[in-house]
């Protein structure tokens, strides 16, 4: 896959998205991925927080799945439609221990994961996710080993486990960093504080990408971060910030695209030092700052006041499905 047109691919598909078009990307004819190991936040997180600590309310999981669903999302997930593109069950969540089924992959996101370890107090004295990066990949190496233990045990745990080949395979996701910024900034960091951090944001989630290669991984799909100065928690934190001609508020903006451009030119980085390794990076921020410049074009309407709505625990942008009919985000 050539990274510039998948990534291309991706953004028009997003622009005008929907889960037909993903399918297209991820077509399974061309694509056979056994699975997906996913690593990220609550824009992946399909279980890891609700069952570490505790399940979202409804309406969360209202308009696909019937009920909470583990995400913080009443649909599915960018991840999920993935799953669903690349005909594989929706991934669950490693550290769900009831009714989990691992033979197509595992998912390491939590709600509110970092790439660092958070500085913001953690869950349940504060909000941060203690399963940062370093962890969730330090999961999946454990996740490898004991899998494949289970695997020659044989019987019905064997079969919940993935192959040992599938691990060369498979298609490894990452959707993680926005905490990284927005956490610092609720710690009253300012925004040039928190640019100053990148370089280390950026190298920590390379050393990740690097241990996941030395254990075998060879395929990395890495989203962007997004415009986090859309965000209504952004917007109602920071009211003074300048806005832009869509009211995104521009320094948030150019604190996530700063980010994004030193993560895409480490991405480059690497992969000439891993020629063996496919490594895509996914340009979701333009795809998704492309909803407010766009509106219309993306048939969604963005009433002034849904920033209001929207403004429910950190769920901006969480979910593939509000490009389409999404009852609760107006979209
Ligand atoms: C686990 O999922 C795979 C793929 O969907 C399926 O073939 C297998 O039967 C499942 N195992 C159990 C025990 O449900
Ligand atoms: C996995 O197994 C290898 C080989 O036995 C060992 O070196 C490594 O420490 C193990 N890793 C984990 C996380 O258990
Ligand atoms: C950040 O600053 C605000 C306003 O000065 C203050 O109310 C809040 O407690 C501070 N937060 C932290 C984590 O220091």
Not at 141 to 162: C, D, E, H, T, V
Not at 313 to 327: E, I, M, P, T
Request: proline share 6%; net charge positive.
């Amino acid at each position: 896959m050539d990274p510039t047109t998948t990534t291309f691919i991706l953004l028009s598909l997003l622009l005008y998205g929907s889960t037909t078009g993903f399918s297209r990307v991820f077509s399974s004819e061309s694509c056979p991925f056994p699975a997906i190991f996913n690593f990220g936040a609550s824009n992946s997180d399909t279980g890891g927080f609700a069952a570490a600590f505790f399940q979202p309310k409804p309406p969360y999981g209202d308009t696909f799945f019937g009920m909470p669903s583990g995400r913080a999302c009443d649909g599915r997930l960018i991840v999920d439609f993935t799953a669903e593109s690349l005909d594989l069950p929706f991934l669950s969540s490693y550290l769900n221990s009831l009714a989990t089924n691992f033979s197509h992959g595992a998912n390491f996101a939590t709600v509110s994961s970092t790439i660092r370890l958070p500085t913001a107090d953690v869950i349940p004295q504060g909000q941060a996710s203690p399963f940062y990066l370093s962890l969730q990949c330090s999961q999946f190496a454990q996740f490898k080993n004991r899998s494949q233990i289970i695997r020659r045990q044989g019987g019905i745990y064997a079969s919940l486990m993935p192959r040992e080949e599938t691990f060369a395979k498979a298609l490894y996701t990452f959707d993680i960093g926005q905490n990284d910024l927005t956490q610092s900034l609720f710690l009253n960091m300012t925004i040039v504080q928190v640019i100053a951090a990148i370089p280390d944001i950026v190298n920590h989630f390379l050393d990740n990408i690097k241990n996941l290669y030395s254990l075998g991984a060879r395929l990395f799909w890495v989203y962007n971060t997004r415009p986090i100065g859309c965000f209504p928690q952004i917007l109602t934190s920071f009211p003074s910030a300048k806005k832009d001609s869509v009211g995104c508020a521009k320094p948030y903006n150019r604190l996530a695209q700063r980010f994004n451009a030193e993560l895409k030119n480490a991405l480059a980085r690497l992969r000439i030092e891993f020629p063996l390794a496919t490594i895509v990076y996914v340009d979701l921020y333009s795809a998704l700052y492309s909803l407010y410049t766009h509106p219309t074009k993306n048939g969604n309407k963005i009433p002034k006041d849904a920033i209001l709505l929207l403004f429910y625990f950190n769920l901006k942008f969480l979910c593939a499905n509000q490009y389409d009919r999404h009852k609760f985000f107006f979209f």
